[in-house]
């Protein structure tokens, strides 16, 4: 027998040799790995979420016609159903204007209308401006197309001149490509500090 026809002999017991064993380590191997992972939910948290059409982390990022920021986010929100209103929780909001400003809205909770261009800060509203002045009320109204607000209620405040006080707070442009003011009405009251204004 030469030697070419040893090898071919040779090669024929060889080679399924080697196929068995790499079979048998891909079966070894899988053995090693860990197939009861645990999910980091728990099924009454899947079956709520999927009851309640729960959705994690939204986030909303627009801007006004005139080009400004506006950002939306809350730590869940649900769907909604057999009539009641979606609702999100832990509602949060950034508008950055075209000056360089920024208001940061802060809420309990609230409700996102991008269809109406409009979104609802509801409970413990919080609302900061870069220029010093912070303002709580329990409702605010906003809108997504331009930098506009309204409170249809009481709001408590304070600034660079003190504390204080108003039936309503409105906050937008007065003329079409003019800056963003804040109005205070119906019953403003001010406790005046020369201390903090001179700072």
Do not use: C, W
Not at 20 to 41: A, H, W
Not at 92 to 117: A, E, K, M, V, Y
Not at 136 to 163: A, H, W
Request: proline share 4%; hydrophobic share 35%; net charge negative.
């Amino acid at each position: 027998m030469d030697r070419y026809s040893r090898m071919v002999q040779f090669l024929k017991v060889l080679l399924p040799l080697a196929a068995i064993l790499m079979l048998s380590t891909v079966f070894l191997l899988s053995r090693s790995i860990e197939t009861n992972v645990s999910v980091p939910f728990t099924q009454q948290d899947i079956d709520e979420r999927l009851a309640g059409q729960v959705v994690t982390q939204p986030n909303y990022r627009g801007t006004t016609r005139k080009g400004e920021d506006v950002q939306i986010e809350a730590t869940q929100a649900t769907q909604g159903t057999n009539g009641s209103v979606p609702t999100a929780s832990e509602f949060q909001g950034r508008f950055g204007l075209l000056s360089g400003g920024i208001i940061t809205l802060d809420s309990n909770s609230g409700l996102i209308r991008p269809d109406q261009g409009t979104a609802t800060f509801v409970g413990d509203v919080v609302i900061t401006t870069t220029d010093g002045i912070q303002v709580t009320t329990d409702l605010l109204n906003t809108s997504l197309d331009e930098i506009r607000g309204d409170t249809p209620g009481q709001v408590n405040g304070t600034g660079v001149i003190g504390d204080f006080s108003a039936g309503r707070m409105t906050f937008g442009t007065e003329k079409k490509d003019g800056p963003v003011h804040i109005l205070f009405t119906d019953g403003v009251k001010l406790v005046y500090e020369p201390t903090k204004a001179e700072r």
